[in-house]
Each structure stands twice: as structure tokens, then as C-alpha cells.
């Protein structure tokens, strides 16, 4: 997998979206570095690859990046990645 997007929040390795070969995912993956586990955690309203991750107040937002369409608005398709659903933006 490739250009995926990734957000360290409490003690969680959040790893969302990206490219495997040709097709871009909608899953967000939770990795827990103490035990090595990793859980299928949520999925995206819509595929997505090279978008940024924030962290406000203790929640990873992922913003912008790439559908399988192209470019996606940074601020009009925010997404919490803890339950893979749209969010306003945190500004």
C-alpha cells in the first residue's frame, strides 16, 4: 500500500486510505504499536489517497487528497477518522 494517510492519537496508529496497485481504498486501519495488532477500524465515505492528517484535540481528521476521480476540496471533505464519517472542518 502506498500514499496513505497516517495520525499517532492515543496511543493509536491511524492509517487511512491510500493506493494498493491500482485501486484506492476507503479503509482506516488502527494499529496498536504495544501489541502489534491491527484492526480494520472504519471505513471512508469515499475512497481516498494523499490526503493530510490533523489532530485537534485529541481527534485525527483526514482532509483533501484524491479520489479515484481526482482531487477532492481539502475543507469540503473532512473526515473523522476514529468512525470513517464526515466532520466540519477544525478550524
Excluded at 18 to 37: I, L, N
Excluded at 55 to 64: D, E, P, Q, R, S
Aim: proline share 9%.
Amino acid at each position: 500500500m502506498g500514499h496513505a494517510s497516517a495520525a499517532f492519537v492515543g496511543g493509536v496508529l491511524w492509517v487511512a486510505g491510500g493506493v494498493t496497485g491500482t485501486t484506492t481504498t476507503a479503509r482506516v486501519w488502527a494499529v496498536d504499536p504495544s501489541t502489534g495488532k491491527v484492526r480494520l477500524a472504519a471505513s471512508l465515505p469515499a475512497p481516498r489517497s494523499n490526503a493530510g492528517t490533523v489532530v485537534v484535540n485529541g481527534t485525527a481528521y483526514l482532509l483533501g487528497g484524491e479520489g479515484p476521480a481526482g482531487p477532492v476540496a481539502p475543507l469540503g471533505s473532512v473526515v473523522e477518522l476514529r468512525v470513517g464519517r464526515r466532520a466540519p472542518a477544525p478550524l
